[in-house]
């Protein structure tokens, strides 16, 4: 019998690896309206692929290790899903840059625009085929956790995220980041409690965790004003991003800001 064969009589049992499972509900968060575009599951055609790769819970491409089990390593993000073609290739360009600089190392290859970039070849671009309307992402078997890399280049975008540091010298403060800068928010107990209501801090190390406010729930307490420092290293556009998040979530923040 072969993989397939044998893998359909036993009921088709299949389980996304851990960071597969990870990147498609930080895409499905992201995207709510298309959440149903992301997942795991793959077609016939591909399951019964010759010989099977990444898409089966029996690829004979698993790496670094071998897999116990029906898991399956790969997902493809479609075009339509995340706003259109250039939408995607922002996506991939900062995957690909992730994977490169060692921020994802749980990437094995990626396939866009007929193109393989694939981490046993150095990154080097390889001819592929297809893959015109979405990207493929393979993951490696030997990295369990996507750690605290963030699926969206955000550092591209106005949607900046709030970051709390909860270990270290600088344990309780509160920052904007656009991706690569922080800046402060400022830093008194009555804004750090209406923050931590609507956001819980989790990191145990010095070290910051993102996550945006606008997937919380509104806080309980009255609005605070928050002062949004739009300075250095912090665009007036990502400012204005994070401003009206704040707004939203039930903050009081000056519009326009100063």
Same mark, same amino acid.
Do not use: C
């Given at each position: ?19 597969? =499972? *990870? !990147?498609?509900? %930080?895409? /499905? ?6 959440a +149903? $575009? ?37 997902t ?9 073609? =250039? *939408? !995607?290739?922002? %996506?991939? /360009? ?6 490169? +600089? $060692?921020?994802?190392?749980w ?43 963030t =699926?969206?280049p ?12 909860? $270990?270290?010298?600088?344990k ?8 690569f800068?922080?800046e ?17 801090t ?57």
């Amino acid at each position: 019998m072969t993989a397939y064969q044998t893998w359909n009589a036993a009921g088709r049992p299949l389980t996304p690896a851990p960071t597969i =499972a *990870a !990147l498609v509900g %930080l895409l /499905r968060g992201a995207y709510p309206d298309h959440a +149903s $575009g992301f997942g795991w599951y793959a077609d016939d055609a591909h399951y019964q692929a010759d010989p099977p790769l990444d898409h089966t819970p029996y690829s004979v491409d698993e790496w670094p290790v071998a897999s116990p089990g029906y898991v399956v390593f790969a997902t493809d993000v479609m075009a339509r899903d995340v706003g259109g073609t =250039a *939408a !995607l290739d922002k %996506l991939f /360009r900062y995957w690909l840059d992730s994977a490169k +600089s $060692g921020r994802a190392p749980w990437i094995k290859y990626l396939i866009w625009q007929a193109t393989l970039y694939d981490v046993r070849y150095g990154w080097k671009a390889q001819a592929n085929s297809d893959h015109f309307d979405h990207v493929h992402v393979s993951a490696r078997t030997d990295v369990q956790t996507l750690g605290n890399w963030t =699926a969206l280049p955000l550092e591209r975008t106005d949607m900046p995220f709030l970051v709390s540091v909860t $270990g270290g010298p600088t344990k309780g403060a509160m920052f904007i980041s656009d991706g690569f800068d922080m800046e402060p928010v400022r830093n008194d107990a009555a804004v750090r409690g209406a923050l931590a209501s609507v956001m819980p801090t989790v990191n145990a190390a010095d070290d910051a965790q993102a996550h945006y406010i606008g997937s919380h729930p509104r806080p309980a307490a009255p609005p605070v004003a928050v002062t949004v420092d739009h300075g250095d290293g912090l665009e007036l556009s990502i400012a204005e991003g994070m401003a009206r998040v704040l707004r939203a979530t039930g903050f009081s923040v000056p519009n326009p800001l100063p």
